[in-house]
């Protein structure tokens, strides 16, 4: 044990009193154990696989044979003679620069309903975030699918209320296959609509009250107050919602599976396409660097321009 002299001299910093020293090391390494299973998962399910994606993004690669450099070829293949790299792209962006803001609309004016004090407003937070949590499965997929083809429930319901005569087939007209992704996509409205309630939940109750004195009406209460309030939120939800918006590809596979004539032939899918449908490994994987390139850009763009239209209540230096 340490004597008081001993500890002194360790707090006037003369010198380190070896039990503290000893404590600190211990507390370090109890701080690396425990993020031990999260680091190795990040080196060896994301840098690892980005590093050799990298690397095989300049070979020809068929998984079945070894990898053959082949530097800026297969860059080159894209830019210049792949067509469906381009309607991936198109479709992908379409897709994307649609239904984020749709998403986005409707959860702001779910979460404004849902804010209020009301009774059983809990369960309805509840039953209107249950989508997002089955959105992205299979068996939703699967369900949205059978909604939308050529006898399924929404032919049958608008021919029962006389609005059709016929059967129409939603997901194999080029002009709304891909709107039957973009909605639902805005269907699974949970996430960002929790997030604009916390958000909401933080704007003081004094501004709308002094917006009413002053005789505010209720648009201008949304457009003066609850907008600029709410514009980090909705800046953060925003960007995730890009950045999934161009991830997808389980509801695309499942539904569309890139039909009809490519309409709904998204970037994921068509990588997906280049690396496990026609071996071309490689290919796929300088795909998948250009997306993450394209992602990069539209989201340091984003950052870019937030300080133009992002209200922060207090900034520093201000």
């Known amino acids: 044990m340490p004597s008081l002299t001993g500890l002194a001299r360790s707090k006037n910093g003369a010198r380190p009193a070896k039990p503290y020293r000893k404590l600190r090391q211990q507390n370090n390494f109890a701080g690396y154990v425990f993020i031990f299973p999260w680091l190795f998962g990040f080196l060896a399910v994301t840098i ?26 297969n860059f080159e293949n894209i830019f210049l003679y792949d067509y469906l790299f381009t309607q991936s792209l198109k479709v992908t962006f379409r897709y994307a620069f649609i239904s984020v803001p749709l998403r986005l609309a409707f959860a702001l004016f779910l979460a404004i309903l849902l804010v209020q004090p009301r009774r059983g407003v809990g369960l309805y937070r509840t039953l209107f975030y249950v989508p997002s949590v089955f959105g992205g499965s299979i068996a939703v997929a699967v369900m949205w699918r059978q909604l939308f083809g050529t006898n399924g429930a929404l032919n049958s319901l608008l021919m029962s209320l006389g609005l059709m005569e016929t059967n129409f087939g939603w997901l194999t007209s080029p002009q709304t296959a891909l709107w039957t992704l973009i909605i639902l996509a805005v269907w699974q409205f949970g996430s960002p609509m929790l997030i604009f309630l916390a958000g909401l939940k933080q704007i003081p109750a004094s501004l709308y009250e002094a917006a009413m004195i002053d005789g505010a009406s209720g648009w201008q209460s949304f457009t003066r107050i609850t907008i600029p309030m709410l514009t980090p939120i909705i800046f953060f939800n925003f960007v995730v919602q890009i950045i999934s918006g161009f991830m997808m590809f389980t509801q695309a596979l499942v539904i ?4 009809p004539f490519n309409r709904t032939l998204l970037y994921i899918l068509y990588v997906f396409r280049k690396g496990f449908t026609d071996y071309s490994m490689g290919y796929a994987s300088a795909l998948a660097w250009i997306l993450l390139l394209v992602v990069g850009v539209i989201t340091a763009v984003v950052f870019k321009t937030s300080s133009y239209w992002v209200f922060y209540e207090a900034r520093e230096g201000e």
Not at 57 to 68: E, G, H, N, V
Request: charged share 10%; glycine share 10%.
């Open 48 to 73: 690892i696989p980005m590093l050799l994606s990298l690397y095989l993004s300049f070979t020809r690669y068929d998984i079945l044979s070894p990898a053959r450099w082949v530097g800026l070829q």
């Open 256 to 259: 569309t599976n890139g039909g």
